[in-house]
């Protein structure tokens, strides 16, 4: 069937292949997939809505892997010029994040990508081939900036150097941009800008008194100092790593109006070739169906889940049984009923590997159609369907669940529930628990399963009844 991927670019679910000129099978070692996924900008924990954007690129670089391609998989760190609005304005979040908690840059960037890194750990995301970070690739960017005026696409202003994004007539394709509207609309100071649309790829440090930490000499204008504008390091870091046109590009949907789009101008411009091939984009995560983000203070991270019990595997979980161009929505009641459902598909697994081999009768019934644009939770579906199908015996279950976690990366066949002893105390507590629920007293019950707890167990209702499990086993 091949591996098929929905293409921002053509708004189309294209055949991934290798470019055209590689496509020969005769002999050549596997293919190496040039990937690039935008990475965190460090100025603050990511929120579980951020940490869905690398779980989408692991899922990918799994499947590629799986189809038999190797995956260089650049994930950059923006520890410089990602401004507070997205207009070029503003202070810079690093910054700004240094300075709110009293912390050198350094220290800043230091524990804030350590923390990413945790975080992706925690959700057994492979780690990426590398992890560059902006501030280290300062040359390529301003040599990058330097070709841009030599080609005639940037002017200077008083407090940056600017891409014009009128010399770039496909500039609007990409995202579909209404640039009349914008322009009509145009209520945004623009400063010095000749257009609404045009950009900052490198910005002069302000000059009043307000010193910052991180500055470097700037192209085009020696007497000043300055910093990389955001976007400038994407494409400086994705050609420096992985070449002038890599095979895919990835970021959440809110990168394709703005930071994607310059991107794409300014690449293609100082190159003159397609930057990307592939161009893809998660969907974001809502609250209460607003977008979940720092500036409206409703966001919520991976250890805000862990002290309501949830473990990072059971948000992975979650996050697959959607497709990854659906917005999901965040509420306890969901994370609960994935927690429900992937501690009850661990259990099954391990019962059905415990039964040992039977013999293998039936074909797989999984189809991956993970490789019909990752689409997780159609496996996630077909899965459950067999295992609670009892025509398929074991050995053939368990064959699927080692190929699907391969993709899926919950460590679906590691479970392994402690045996429980019943002490009389215990076992007293639960009967009168079962005495307490029979009567409808629910107020008795709760408090009994709170002793329960005490003790370091978690009681769980099952059709079978009560059921026992180590408090520290929940987790992943
Ligand atoms: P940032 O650290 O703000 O540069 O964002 C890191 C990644 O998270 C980017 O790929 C964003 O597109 C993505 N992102 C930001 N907010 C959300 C959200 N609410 N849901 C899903 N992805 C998001
Ligand atoms: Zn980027």
């Not at 991927?5 to 189309?12: A, D, G, I, S, V």
């Not at 301003?142 to 940056?160: H, Q």
């Not at 050609?239 to 109006?257: A, F, Q, R, W, Y």
Request: charged share 30%.
């Amino acid at each position: 069937m091949g591996l098929r991927l929905y293409n921002t670019q053509t708004r189309q679910t294209e055949e991934f292949t290798p470019p055209p000129r590689l496509r020969a099978s005769d002999g050549l070692a596997p293919y190496e997939v040039k990937m690039y996924n935008c990475g965190p900008t460090v100025y603050n924990y990511a929120h579980i809505g951020n940490l869905r954007a690398y779980v989408f690129a692991d899922i990918l670089r799994r499947t590629l892997e799986m189809e038999g391609y190797s995956v260089k998989q650049i994930v950059n760190i923006t520890d410089v010029g990602h401004l507070v609005s997205d207009n070029d304005e503003g202070e810079d979040k690093i910054e700004e994040g240094a300075r709110r908690e009293g912390k050198s840059t350094e220290e800043i960037i230091g524990l804030y990508s350590q923390a990413f890194y945790d975080d992706l750990k925690a959700l057994n995301v492979l780690p990426a081939t590398k992890y560059p970070r902006a501030t280290q690739y300062i040359d390529e960017q301003k040599a990058l900036i330097e070709t841009l005026d030599k080609k005639g696409f940037l002017y200077t202003t008083e407090d940056g150097v600017y891409f014009d994004t009128t010399k770039f007539p496909r500039y609007a394709d990409f995202a579909k941009l209404d640039i009349a509207g914008m322009q009509a609309g145009a209520r945004v100071s623009m400063g010095e800008k000749k257009h609404p649309t045009d950009f900052a790829v490198w910005k002069f440090s302000p000059e009043d008194g307000n010193k910052r930490e991180q500055e470097w000499d700037s192209p085009l204008r020696a007497d000043r100092k300055g910093f990389p504008g955001w976007h400038i390091e994407c494409s400086a870091i994705a050609m420096k790593e992985l070449g002038e046109t890599i095979d895919i590009h990835t970021g959440g949907v809110d990168h394709i109006p703005v930071h994607h789009t310059n991107e794409i101008a300014q690449s293609e411009c100082a190159t003159g070739k397609q930057f990307a091939r592939y161009w893809m984009h998660s969907a974001h995560m809502l609250v209460d169906g607003q977008k979940m983000s720092k500036s409206l203070g409703n966001t919520y991270r991976l250890s805000d889940l862990a002290e309501k019990g949830i473990a990072p595997l059971t948000f992975r979980y979650w996050l697959l049984t959607a497709h990854y161009r659906t917005q999901v929505n965040f509420t306890w009641d969901a994370l609960k009923g994935a927690q429900n459902a992937y501690e009850r598909l661990r259990r099954r697994i391990f019962e059905i590997k415990k039964k040992g081999v039977t013999t293998n009768t039936h074909p797989f019934s999984f189809v991956g159609s993970v490789f019909d644009d990752l689409d997780t939770a159609s496996d996630i579906a077909s899965m459950w369907q067999d295992i609670q199908n009892n025509e398929y015996d074991s050995k053939t279950i368990i064959q699927e669940v080692e190929i699907l976690d391969k993709f899926l990366g919950l460590k679906l066949l590691e479970y392994a529930p402690e045996e429980v002893v019943v002490t009389s105390e215990l076992q007293k507590l639960l009967d009168e628990r079962k005495t307490a629920r029979d009567a409808k007293n629910f107020a008795a019950s709760d408090r009994l399963r709170d002793e329960i707890r005490k003790l370091g167990y978690e009681v769980k209702d099952t059709p079978e009844g009560q059921r026992l499990e180590k408090t520290e086993k929940k987790s992943a």
